[in-house]
């Protein structure tokens, strides 16, 4: 059984930075595509960044620049570090992972509270 346990999000200021980490447990890490998406308040989930099991990143265009995926294959890890956050980026940050082959992402994890506010 794969569970994926998003931590890391909490109550920060406009222009601040934040590290989300997600532990992956139960399978093959390594050879995982790995995601962050979030869903904001009253809206449905959106793409945030993405990672293959060779280490590849992908971005939405609205966090480019700003948003940074990373994975540790050693410890069953994967990261989003943000950076000039801005209170749209409120939203809830669900980590997803896929199997090697699969159309889509089929674990997800619960998601952690990231509020940005003054």
């Known amino acids: 059984q794969v569970q994926l346990v998003e931590s890391g999000g909490e109550l920060v200021q406009p222009g601040d930075s934040l590290r989300l980490s997600c532990a992956v447990s139960g399978g093959t890490f390594s050879t995982f595509d790995m995601g962050w998406f979030r869903q904001p308040p009253g809206l449905g989930r959106e793409f945030v960044a993405g990672?293959?099991?060779?280490?590849?990143?992908y971005y939405a265009d609205s966090v480019k620049g700003r948003l940074t995926i990373s994975r540790d294959n050693a410890k069953n890890m994967m990261y989003l570090q943000m950076s000039s956050l801005k209170p749209e980026d409120t939203a809830v940050y669900f980590c997803?992972?896929?199997?090697?082959?699969?159309?889509?992402?089929?674990?997800w994890g619960q998601g952690t509270q990231v509020t940005v506010s003054s």
């Open positions: 997803a992972a896929r199997k090697s082959g699969s159309a889509s992402f089929d674990y």
């Open positions: 990672i293959n099991s060779g280490g590849m990143a």
